[in-house]
């Protein structure tokens, strides 16, 4: 069974839930929100940082599908959007799913397409008024890519922009603002680095470099099952050469669509992921270090607690404390 419902009937029934404002202890600055329970459970959490920027966190459990019939409207701010969990469709009738980003704006058309799917959904987007993204890329001397140009712009005309793969060095930067350790100004500052962190991830998606060619569908196979080798031998990855050979394609291919797909190099990749686990496996508190080293290929413990503080900007003891504080 799927609820259909307009985003008027959707807001009247937020605030029916949100009669006074949710202070959570932990964050007093941050604007805490429960999700209308004829729809599902769980939250909405507004963390506003500087002007023009605030992150958006969504997660809730559907029972069942929501159909949105939307009017026309304006949204004047951009969206990056990161889907963790979840599926559905957007309002031009195409599927969204677990583990794409995407960037939202301009005049969303009136439609009854946008689709949110039943079960768990964790959504993590990126607020970001045109002026403050244009401010943010040209005070780097660079220039705005031609994809937002019109969108920053404030041309009113609906955009989508193609989505992209949620690669490694974006999820750990979305767990970073999801299991930030900080408190107040610190954690403002920490957090903003990380929305600035993944703007720069998302812009570098839509820059494709006019000259590299662009890989075939069996090279993109390829490429995944190259993913899943390397990460069944993570404590003894192959080499590029055999990893290359173990999968169809050349050294160069291999590179180039690591590149394409995931944004990072083929070890670049695999030590993102050691990390991730790292870190769970450390939040899980269940492990000592050396054993939690042992299992994401670190044979040595002083060499894993160096990459781990390179990485998270603290090393694996203290912030196993942090999470356990």
Same mark, same amino acid.
């Given at each position: ?149 019109? #969108? ?10 193609? =989505?992209? *793969? $949620?690669?490694? +060095? @974006? /999820? &750990? ?52 099952? #190259? ?10 990855? =192959?080499? *590029? $050469?055999?990893? +290359? @050979? /173990? &999968? ?78």
């Amino acid at each position: 069974m799927t609820i259909n419902i307009t985003f008027y009937d959707f807001w009247d029934l937020r605030k029916a839930a949100n009669p006074e404002s949710i202070i959570d202890p932990t964050h007093p600055e941050d604007y805490l929100y429960r999700y209308p329970k004829e729809l599902g459970e769980g939250y909405y959490r507004w963390i506003p940082l500087r002007e023009g920027i605030i992150i958006e966190i969504l997660e809730t459990y559907l029972p069942q599908s929501i159909k949105w019939i939307t009017h026309a409207y304006h949204q004047d701010s951009l969206e990056f959007g990161f889907i963790l969990a979840g599926s559905g469709q957007d309002f031009d009738g195409q599927a969204t799913k677990s583990g794409e980003d995407y960037i939202f704006g301009g005049v969303y058309p009136q439609s009854n397409n946008s689709i949110d799917g039943a079960g768990n959904l964790r959504w993590v987007s990126l607020i970001i008024e045109p002026e403050t993204l244009r401010t943010l890329i040209e005070s780097y001397g660079e220039q705005v890519p031609q994809d937002l140009e019109k #969108a920053i712009a404030g041309v009113p005309e609906y955009f989508n922009l193609r =989505p992209n *793969l $949620i690669t490694p +060095a @974006k /999820q &750990v930067a979305l767990q970073q603002i999801l299991h930030c350790p900080y408190q107040g100004l610190t954690r403002k500052m920490y957090l903003e680095s990380k929305v600035l962190e993944l703007v720069s991830l998302k812009l570098a998606d839509q820059i494709i470099a006019p000259t590299e060619k662009l890989l075939r569908l069996q090279e993109i196979d390829s490429i995944h099952h #190259a993913k899943e080798v390397l990460l069944r031998n993570i404590s003894n990855p =192959p080499s *590029l $050469i055999d990893l +290359a @050979k /173990q &999968v169809g394609i050349n050294e160069c291919t291999l590179k180039r669509g690591f590149r394409q797909i995931f944004g990072t190099t083929v070890f670049g990749y695999l030590h993102d992921y050691r990390m991730e686990q790292a870190r769970q496996l450390l939040l899980s508190g269940q492990m000592k270090i050396e054993q939690v080293a042992q299992i994401v290929g670190y044979a040595n413990r002083s060499r894993f607690a160096s990459a781990f503080k390179k990485k998270y900007g603290v090393n694996p003891k203290a912030y196993q404390m942090q999470q356990n504080i």
